[in-house]
């Protein structure tokens, strides 16, 4: 059975940082391309970051271009987002997924979420 947990969520203040983890089991993550949603107060949920099956591959949204970083490390069936210079505008319930292809635009490939990490950039 297929499960993602998320992890490393918290209140932060801006500028500051954090390093989400999402933790797969019940299947391997090797394969497949995976990426980071987030979901903010009364908006929709869109794409953050994504990495492809071999690592070689990121996109980013414009928005946190330079400040995020997506990794992944198959060993652990894990990967991370670790989250720099955090802005008020970060804030969010955050979700990791496998996805169909890393591209600029990404989507769910199973149409599965685990229960997300709350972010929360404030002052």
């Known amino acids: 059975q297929l499960q993602l947990v998320e992890s490393g969520g918290g209140l932060v203040q801006p500028g500051g940082s954090l390093r989400l983890s999402c933790e797969a089991s019940?299947?391997?993550?090797?394969?497949?391309?995976i990426g980071w949603f987030r979901q903010a107060p009364g908006k929709g949920r869109e794409g953050v970051s994504c990495?492809?099956?071999?690592?070689?591959?990121?996109n980013y949204a414009d928005s946190v271009k330079g400040r995020f970083a997506i990794s992944r490390n198959d060993a652990r069936n894990s990967m991370y987002l670790q989250m720099n210079s955090l802005k008020h505008e970060d804030t969010a319930v955050y979700y990791c997924?496998?996805?169909?292809?890393?591209?600029?635009?990404?989507?769910?490939?199973?149409?599965?979420w685990g229960q997300g990490t709350q972010v929360t950039v404030s002052s």
């Open positions: 990495i492809n099956s071999r690592g070689d591959i990121t």
């Open positions: 997924a496998v996805i169909r292809r890393c591209e600029t635009h990404f989507s769910n490939r199973f149409d599965y």
């Open positions: 019940g299947f391997t993550l090797d394969n497949y391309a």
